[in-house]
């Protein structure tokens, strides 16, 4: 798994797009605990859309190894907003069955950070 987190600034009242048909209950919970604006979109189409008419501080990406959507999406949100955090929630046996292996993504996309829920759950309740 790739442990590209260091440069992770989250996010207490900012704007986020989370991309993803299965979402944590508990993610969930937690974003709108830090006072985040999040919009909830399932696919990355509609992700790129929303992202080329609205501005987001940060895109949080939910793999399921399943669809070739995810590196797409990632892709295009880069090319839209290069300011927007991107961030790839991806658990160990997501990136097993990942059509684009996550190291392949994060060398493609620098900025973007691969995390596991836990991971992106102790920053956001990190102080």
Do not use: W, Y
Not at 65 to 74: F, K, S, V
Not at 88 to 96: E, G, M, N
């Amino acid at each position: 798994m790739v442990a590209a987190v260091e440069h992770v600034r989250l996010m207490r009242s900012q704007k986020i797009l989370v991309i993803g048909s299965k979402t944590p209950r508990s993610l969930n919970e937690l974003l709108h605990a830090t006072d985040s604006r999040v919009t909830q979109v399932a696919d990355g189409q509609t992700a790129v859309s929303r992202a080329q008419c609205e501005m987001f501080h940060a895109a949080i990406l939910i793999s399921t190894g399943e669809e070739m959507d995810l590196a797409e999406t990632l892709f295009n949100l880069r090319d839209i907003s290069g300011s927007m955090e991107l961030i790839i929630l991806s658990d160990q046996s997501d990136a097993a069955k990942s059509a684009v292996p996550m190291e392949t993504l994060v060398s493609l996309v620098p900025k973007a950070s691969v995390m596991t829920t836990r991971e992106l759950m102790k920053r956001l309740n990190a102080p």
